[in-house]
Nanobody
Framework: QVQLLEAGGGAVQPGGSLRLSCAASPFTYSVYCMAWFRQVPGREREGVAAIFRTSSNSFYTDSVKGRFTISQDNAKNTIYLQMNSLKSEDTAMYYC???????????????????WGQGTQVTVSS
């Protein structure tokens, strides 16, 4: 069973930056794809970015392109989300997600993933 541990959330002013991390354990567990989702109360969970372990191909939702960067450190079984030029609309609970085997589907669909972290809050406010 894969466990995902997120870190790095917090409060920041508009225009600021934050870096989220998500470590998958146990280390020996192979992950096929990992992603970041976000959710605000009353709205559906939204795919923010995803990265595929072997190819390192990454994908982003349009609203974060050019501002957010997803990366991975396979030696640490960890992914990161560097968030720059943060806006108030980026405020949400951010969740890490993992898929441990290849399957068909869309990275932006929460149902694509099999494991979830507990979430870390990101608040962008002046």
């Amino acid at each position: 069973q894969v466990q995902l541990l997120e870190a790095g959330g917090g409060a920041v002013q508009p225009g600021g930056s934050l870096r989220l991390s998500c470590a998958a354990s146990p280390f020996t567990y192979s992950v096929y794809c990992m992603a970041w989702f976000r959710q605000v109360p009353g709205r559906e969970r939204e795919g923010v970015a995803a990265i595929f372990r072997t190819s390192s191909n990454s994908f982003y939702t349009d609203s974060v392109k050019g501002r957010f960067t997803i990366s991975q450190d396979n030696a640490k079984n960890t992914i990161y989300l560097q968030m720059n030029s943060l806006k108030s609309e980026d405020t949400a609970m951010y969740y890490c997600a993992a898929l441990t085997y290849p399957r068909s589907g869309s990275w932006s669909d929460p149902a694509f993933f099999t494991h979830w972290g507990q979430g870390t809050q990101v608040t962008v406010s002046s």
